[in-house]
């Protein structure tokens, strides 16, 4: 599908200055405009046919065949193909080996259907290519991002009316920021936090320009930390890598039967730390709302109170969980956010937005203070230029996509999506427990679930048998486990993701799980229940 024909003579397609501006001209003409019409359609109904037919992720072609068709490393010189050859070679020989993250049988990840407006909206944003690094490349871009901040900002944190006119465009403070993504906003506020505590002070100009040795001498420590469950995301080591603390001072804490951060480890933790002689700082604790593996949401108000108490900055990774807050239904169970001095949220999760959008929150306006740049030539002191407190610099105008969104959605039509996902989940997750041959590991939350095949007979044995007994079971329904998975995935029907968690008994294991992330509208029960019969049929044959 590319191989190049760079021996033709002859060639049927040329460069020159002529064609080259016409792709710059804005379609004038009635003919032109047909053209681009004509692209526009071919796109969208030649995608949707392929989104219709296709679902999962079929072996028809290996990873290995289809790496063997993309060797050709040359740029031909000549052009190759027309933009309707390049859409139709797109529709017809990509696509169709891509996923079909769309299909509601695609429950093993956080990437799913989005509505179909979303694909205008991203167009929109494409054709108007502003650049918000800067209000000279963006203008109102910049001011309704900021207003779109300030809607979310308020569903977390619910200020009152004064905050909000204070700050909606005030061009000297910040609710939060756009990102690429949910690990870009994970770094952003864990670099915020480190910067307000190794702040510059008398005889030292603070962390972020003297560098982590000479902060760590002028106050005097030895180590800074970041605690978090053992389910957080890996996001969080890498930030800790990038902002010189070092991944291993990311601590992770256990977990207790809900798979929620364990309160008295924390405490014993914090305790050792503050005792330690290895002087330790605790840049942050975090909350996860809406655990990447199991959906599990930490005690975020118990966790608030022991940061207010310890005088520890509070970061929440809601970077899967954070939409549920549009939900009057099930909001209390991210109850406690409001305490976050920092908020983690993705829109290309469950604000259905495509790829990608990350965004973070700040409690405090003036915080993004420590991590201000300026440039010459943009981003001049107290001018709107977004890009004066951001990690990114040049970025796509992801506002007008969210903010649209929100207008055709409303809160309910988020709700619905949202309260569709739980519920789908908590009635999977009985369905699991009526059928023998399964075992439920992690009882949904929000809306993902994890279990395993370990058939009836099997479960008396882990019940009763010895410690060696029970290990050498978890051992064979590991292996049992991941060869449904692959040979599900492999089927082409449907796809379930698998993970490794802990399993909280006396053995200790490591136990090979079965994970399901439902947030397709199109996904119900009947269709889960199918994904169950096909795992039945594989195991039965194994
Ligand atoms: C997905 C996720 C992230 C990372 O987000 P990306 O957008 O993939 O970078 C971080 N934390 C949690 C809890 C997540 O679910």
């Known amino acids: 599908m590319n191989k190049k024909d760079t021996t033709c003579k002859e060639p049927r397609l040329v460069a020159n200055w002529q064609t080259l501006t016409r792709t710059f001209i804005k379609p004038e003409d009635d003919a032109s405009r047909a053209v681009l019409l004509k692209y526009m359609e071919q796109i969208l109904f030649g995608l949707h046919d392929f989104l219709k037919k296709h679902v ?186 990038v902002l010189g603390i070092g991944n291993q001072n990311i601590i992770a804490v256990d977990v207790d039967s809900n798979n929620r951060i364990d309160i008295k480890s924390l405490n014993k933790i914090i305790k050792e730390i503050k005792e330690n002689k290895v002087k330790t700082e605790i840049l942050a604790i975090v909350g996860i709302a ?136 908590g009635k999977f997750a009985e369905e699991i427990e009526k059928r023998p041959n399964f075992q439920l590991i992690t009882n949904p939350e929000l809306n993902i679930l994890t279990y395993r095949i370990c058939p009836f007979h099997i479960k008396q044995k882990l019940d009763r048998g010895t410690l060696e007994q029970k290990k050498m079971i978890n051992k064979k329904l590991n292996k049992i486990n991941s060869a449904v998975q692959r040979l599900q995935r492999e089927a082409g029907k449907s796809f379930v993701s698998r993970t490794t968690l802990k399993i909280k008994n006396e053995t200790e294991d490591n136990i090979i799980v079965l994970r399901c992330v439902i947030m397709n509208p199109m996904t119900n029960i009947n269709i889960l229940k199918e994904i169950l019969d096909e795992q039945e049929e594989i195991y039965s044959k194994l």
């Open 290 to 425: 809406g655990a990447t593996e199991t959906g599990t949401v930490d005690p975020l108000a118990k966790l608030g109170a022991i940061c207010a108490e310890n005088r520890i900055y509070f970061h929440v990774d809601a970077a899967w969980g954070g939409p549920t807050l549009m939900s009057e239904k099930y909001k209390h169970l991210l109850k406690g956010i409001e305490l976050a001095d920092s908020v983690t949220i993705d829109g290309h999760k469950q604000f259905y937005m495509p790829m990608s959008c990350g965004m973070v929150y700040f409690k405090d306006p003036s915080i993004m203070d420590s991590v201000i740049y300026h440039a010459n030539y943009v981003n001049r002191p107290g001018s709107v230029d977004l890009g004066i407190k951001s990690l990114a610099g040049s970025r796509e105008a992801n506002s007008l996509i969210l903010d649209g969104a929100l207008k055709i959605m409303g809160s309910r039509g988020y709700s619905l999506l949202i309260e569709h996902g739980i519920e789908t989940a």
């Open 56 to 241: 999962g992720i079929t072996e028809e072609v290996s990873l290995k065949d289809l790496s063997n068709r993309f060797t050709d490393t040359i740029i031909s010189k000549n052009p190759e193909k027309k933009l309707s050859d390049v859409i139709t070679e797109l529709i017809e020989d990509i696509a169709p080996h891509a996923v079909n993250v769309a299909s509601p049988y695609f429950v093993g990840h956080m990437t799913s259907a989005i509505p179909f407006f979303m694909v205008h909206l991203k167009t929109l944003v494409t054709a108007l290519n502003q650049n918000v690094v800067k209000i000279e490349t963006s203008k109102v871009a910049s001011i309704l991002e900021k207003q779109v901040l300030a809607k979310i900002h308020r569903q977390i944190y619910k200020k009152d009316e004064t905050f909000y006119n204070k700050h909606v465009q005030n061009a000297r403070t910040t609710l939060g920021c756009f990102i690429k993504d949910g690990t870009m906003a994970n770094l952003t506020a864990l670099w915020v936090v480190r910067n307000s505590v190794l702040a510059p002070k008398e005889n030292f100009e603070g962390v972020e320009k003297e560098g982590i040795r000479a902060a760590y001498k002028a106050y005097g420590i030895e180590r800074c930390v970041i605690i978090v469950s053992r389910l957080a995301h890996y996001s969080l080591c890498k930030a800790g890598g």
